[in-house]
């Protein structure tokens, strides 16, 4: 039990540090990647329509074939959060 509690806490830690981290398993480390073949490149993104992309993703109003995905995997970003990874990552 003390392990998963440690576990949790270190997963919380390294995301709440780098809120790209969860990103980086499908996107690359720089975003350089095809999400699963699929996606756009997130790193050749602008700002602010990596944002937008990400906001619809969560409203449902964006998306293709990686829409249900992705959409779990933003739910809990706030603006915030969006706007760190896209000063990250995004042009």
């Known amino acids: ?3 998963l509690i440690a576990l949790s806490l270190l997963t919380a830690t390294v995301a709440f ?3 790209y981290a969860k990103c ?3 996107h690359g480390a720089d975003g350089s990647k095809k999400a699963l073949g699929k996606s756009l490149i997130i790193k050749n993104m602008t ?3 990596f944002v937008a992309s ?3 993703y969560k409203d449902g109003s964006y ?7 992705m959409k779990g995997q933003v739910m809990s970003m706030d603006e915030a959060t969006m706007q760190a990874i896209a000063d990250k990552i995004a042009k």
């Open 47 to 49: 700002k602010a329509d």
């Open 63 to 69: 998306g293709g074939p990686m829409k249900g995905l």
């Open 1 to 3: 039990m003390k392990t």
């Open 17 to 19: 540090a780098n809120p």
């Open 24 to 26: 980086a398993g499908c």
């Open 54 to 56: 990400l906001k619809g």
